[in-house]
């Protein structure tokens, strides 16, 4: 299913993506407005964001997992983000940033559902039901 909409307008497709990804605050970009054009969150606004394989982010160390699905907590808000660093300062989405995830995992480790506990209901309640 997630392979179908690849190809669609409406779809932004991504294999794998980091936590950092979603607002980037890389020192290779020699212009800051050119961050804009890296920066995944408003790429994903108002689409279907496809990631065929939760795996990536599902095997990470339990600190690096507490980072990336407590941002993803955050967006699923659907108001935007806001990221600091020393590089940059604050670099910010605000407003309504809305979108639909579809993702696959064949299975969902235990720590998972040990760090989305501490995150709230907010995540667990909207992800990882069984399409069978």
């Not at 507490?66 to 670099?91: E, M, P, W």
Request: a positive charge; aromatic letters at 10%; charged letters at 20%.
């Amino acid at each position: 299913m997630i392979s179908l909409l690849r190809q669609w307008p409406h779809a932004y497709y991504t294999d794998t993506h980091s936590a950092k990804s979603w607002i980037t605050h890389t020192t290779s970009v020699k212009e800051p407005e050119d961050l804009k054009k890296i920066d995944m969150l408003p790429r994903i606004k108002n689409k279907i964001f496809c990631t065929p394989e939760w795996a990536p982010i599902f095997t990470l160390r339990e600190d690096d997992l507490k980072a990336a699905l407590g941002i993803i907590t955050r967006i699923a808000d659907g108001q935007g983000l806001a990221s600091n660093s020393g590089v940059y300062g604050r670099r910010a989405y605000e407003g309504t940033h809305m979108f639909a995830w579809i993702g696959a995992a064949v299975e969902v480790p235990p720590i998972v559902y040990k760090v989305l506990n501490t995150l709230g209901q907010k995540m667990y309640s909207s992800a990882f039901h069984s399409t069978m």
